[in-house]
T-cell receptor, first 115, second 114 residues
C-alpha cells in the first residue's frame, strides 16, 4: 500500500516552455501533498505544501508564479514549471500523506532538464 | 524549529560488515523520527519510523534504529550489509500530534563494496 506515482519520470524541454509534472496517490486518498526539489548530492528542499481543494503554501524563496501547484482531487497534484530556464533543471519529487497518517510516501521523482 | 544532523556524508563498508549511520536532531518539542532510503535516480522510500512506544524500531530488510531521547539521536544500524544496501540514507523529523512537514538531514551515502 501507500504507492505514489509521478509522470513523467524524465523530461527535456527548451528554455521558455512550461512543463507539467503529475503526482498521483494510487491506493489512498492524499489529503496533503508536498513538492520537493533535490539538487545533485544534496538533501530535499521543500518547495510547497498543498491540501486538496486549497491553495498551496509555498516555502520562503519559492516563486509561486513560477511553480504552479494544483491539488484538485484527493489523488492528484500537479506542479507546472512555467517559462522554464536552465537553472530550473533539477530532480522534482512529490510526496503524499493521508488524513491521520504520520509518514509521507514519496513518488519516484521527475528529472527535468531545460536546454 | 527542528534540525537534523547527519555527520557522515559518506560511509564506506565491506559486504557483510556491520554499519551504523548516525543521526542527531534538535527540537524544543517532541518529534517523530524517520529514516528514508534513496536509490540512484529514484524517489525516497520509507525505511522505518519512530512515533511512540518501544524505542527500538526495525525494518523488514534488517535495519533497525533506536530512539535515544537523552542523546537526541536516532542512529540507523544493520549487523551485516549487502551490496544492494548501497544508497543514500536520509534521517528526518516532524512535529508530533498534528501532522507536520518533514525536516531532512543532508543524507549519508552508504557504499558497500565486495
Amino acid at each position: 500500500g501507500a504507492v505514489v506515482s509521478q509522470h513523467p519520470s524524465r523530461v527535456i524541454c527548451k528554455s521558455g516552455t512550461s512543463v507539467k509534472i503529475e503526482c498521483r496517490s494510487l491506493d489512498f486518498q492524499a489529503t496533503t501533498m508536498f513538492w520537493y526539489r533535490q539538487f545533485p548530492k544534496q538533501s530535499l528542499m521543500l518547495m510547497a505544501t498543498s491540501n486538496e481543494g486549497s491553495k498551496a503554501t509555498y516555502e520562503q524563496g519559492v516563486e509561486k508564479d513560477k511553480f504552479l501547484i494544483n491539488h484538485a482531487s484527493l489523488t492528484l497534484s500537479t506542479l507546472t514549471v512555467t517559462s522554464a530556464h536552465p537553472e530550473d533543471s533539477s530532480f522534482y519529487i512529490c510526496s503524499a500523506t493521508a488524513r491521520g497518517a504520520y509518514a509521507q510516501y514519496f513518488g519516484p521523482g521527475t528529472r527535468l532538464l531545460v536546454l | 524549529a527542528q534540525s537534523v544532523t547527519q555527520l557522515d556524508s559518506q560511509v564506506p563498508v565491506f559486504e557483510e560488515a556491520p554499519v551504523e549511520l548516525r543521526c542527531n536532531y534538535s527540537s524544543s518539542v517532541s518529534v517523530y523520527l524517520f529514516w528514508y532510503v534513496q536509490y540512484p535516480n529514484q524517489g525516497l522510500q520509507l525505511l522505518l519510523k519512530y512515533l511512540s512506544g518501544s524505542t527500538l524500531v526495525e525494518s523488514i530488510n534488517g535495519f533497525e534504529a533506536e530512539f535515544n531521547k537523552s542523546q537526541t539521536s536516532f542512529h540507523l544500524r544493520k549487523p551485516s550489509v549487502h551490496i544492494s544496501d548501497t544508497a543514500e540514507y536520509f534521517c528526518a523529523v516532524s512535529l508530533t500530534g498534528r501532522y507536520s512537514t518533514l525536516t531532512f538531514g543532508k543524507g549519508t551515502m552508504l557504499l558497500v563494496s565486495p
